[in-house]
């Protein structure tokens, strides 16, 4: 659903995944590195069903290895 104009609402399910991130991760900054990407259809980013992001003080391995146990998240 596009809010304003080149802007999209996340997608419930994504979400969904940021809050277990945030459980999981207390107190922890997020940063979004990318989120909604218009142009390329088959990209869940155009869908607003993805972004990348970073937490501030977790290490990107541990990161990764958390999201890959999230049933359904798929982590590039």
Do not use: C, K, W
């Not at 991760?25 to 990407?37: L, Q």
């Not at 259809?41 to 990348?52: G, I, K």
């Amino acid at each position: 659903m596009e809010v304003a104009r080149g802007a999209r609402a996340l997608h419930p399910r994504l979400l969904t995944l940021l809050q277990a991130i945030v459980e999981h991760f207390p107190g922890r900054t997020i940063e979004i590195v990318s989120g909604y990407r218009p142009g390329t259809s088959a990209s869940r980013h155009a869908h607003a069903r993805a972004l990348d992001l970073r937490l501030v003080g977790v290490g990107h391995e541990a990161l990764r290895d958390f999201a890959r146990r999230l049933p359904g998240a798929g982590v590039g």
